[in-house]
Every structure is written in C-alpha cells, then in structure tokens.
C-alpha cells in the first residue's frame, strides 16, 4: 500500500513537472545558423513550433529592434508562405560603422498560403541579417503569432536578469564577439585577396612557360627547315 502510494506521488510529481516546463520548449525562439559575430552578418532561424491541437499557425510577425537597427534584412523564401518587409524611417537616426542610417526594416512578415505549420509541426523562417551591432550583447525580436481559429500569442516579454523565464518570452539573439568567434570578416577578406594573389601568379607563371615554350617551337622548327635546305642541296650536287 505504502509503495504504491509513493508510486503514484511520483507519477503526479513527474507530469507536473513535464507540464511546468513544456512551454519553455514550446516558444518562438530565434538561432543563427552558426554564430551571429558582432559587427558582422548573419544568417538566423526564427523557429516557430506548433503548440496547439486543433489549429494550425497561419502568420508569424516579428518586430525587429530599433534601438540597433539592422539595414540589410534579407528573408529566405519558403514554399507555402509569402513575406512582407516593412521598412521605417527611424525616430533618431543612427551612425552604424562610419554610416548614418535614417531608415531601417522594422518588421518581417510571413502568411501561409496553405495549411501553415500544422499540429506537431515546427518551421524555420531563416532570415540573413546586418550589420550586427558592435555594442549589444544581444538584439530582442518581439514576434506574434496567429493560429487558423484567429488566436494571437504574443512573445514580447522581455527576459530580466536574474529571474525566472517570463511565460511569453520574445526571441533572443545572443551576439558573439569577434575574438570569441575565431576568425573575422578582415581575415575572410585577407584570405580572399591572397587566394587572388596565388591565382593571378599562378597565372603570370603558367603565361611565361607557354611563351618559352612557343618560342623554343619556333627555333626548333626553323632549324628543322634549315636542315632540309641543305639536305636537298647536297643531293642535287650528288
């Protein structure tokens, strides 16, 4: 009696817990595909889980930061969906690595054109975005999400240090710095001009041999013809 008692506490105790924590698994979360590095471009996956039983996603906006504004947002098409970028003319313009930046986008928006991300479903909106800034440590994008029966979940709240997750958390990019990261865009860049570089003398080298070689055809077929001259000569005066 005692241990199927505790048994079943047990049982209780454990669906609690899967319950308690099934939403943090369940929200609109943002990722890169890689590492978003500080100061340079991205490629992200706005990651949208389906949580309902008998409705399907049909919209998903995302709200993109204005206190560091992105200048190029560039989302990947995907079957099914269209998408909508709004760009808008910032309150302060912003300086962004030696620019002035007066307008920027402000919200992307996906809508199905099918069935959308049906129950036990999730889709990726991948979008490539920058320049990221070098002084965040992280952007916030607050997102809305529309179900088929018209319901709107908003994932807007703000995680605050040192509290526990809020129930509708907005996505976070967390920001790498450049150091951390390994390899930056300056030596992508110095990477791609020495590749030219081995390419272009690669080039020059392989342009002098044929020039060489032309011209020892040329000698050897001049002395070829010189030979059958002198060859012919002294078989008339034989």
Do not use: C
């Amino acid at each position: 009696m005692k241990a199927s008692r505790i048994a079943a506490a047990a049982a209780v105790a454990g669906s609690a817990v899967v319950v308690l924590s099934s939403p943090a698994f369940a929200h609109v979360s943002v990722q890169p595909e890689g590492t978003a590095v500080k100061g340079g471009y991205a490629v992200v996956d706005f990651k949208v889980p389906n949580e309902r039983d008998d409705a399907s996603t049909t919209k998903l906006e995302v709200t993109f930061p204005t206190d560091h504004p992105l200048a190029s947002v560039m989302p990947e098409p995907i079957s099914g969906w269209t998408v909508k970028v709004t760009r808008s003319k910032l309150a302060k313009p912003a300086e962004m690595h030696g620019e002035t930046i007066t307008e920027a986008v402000t919200k992307v928006t996906w809508t199905a054109t099918g069935k959308g991300v049906e129950p036990g479903y999730f889709q990726k909106f991948p979008v490539s975005v920058g320049m990221l800034p070098t002084d965040a440590d992280q952007l916030v994008f607050k997102a809305l999400q529309t179900y088929s029966d018209k319901e709107v979940v908003r994932w807007i709240e703000v995680q605050k240090d040192g509290e526990e997750e809020p129930e509708n958390p907005a996505p976070t990019l967390e920001l790498t710095s450049a150091s951390a990261s390994g390899a930056t865009a300056e030596d992508a860049s110095e990477k791609t001009e020495n590749t030219a570089a081995d390419t272009t003398t690669a080039a020059d080298s392989s342009d002098t041999t044929a020039r060489v070689l032309g011209v020892v055809g040329i000698a050897v077929g001049a002395a070829g013809v010189a030979y059958g001259v002198l060859a012919g000569r002294r078989r008339t005066t034989v």
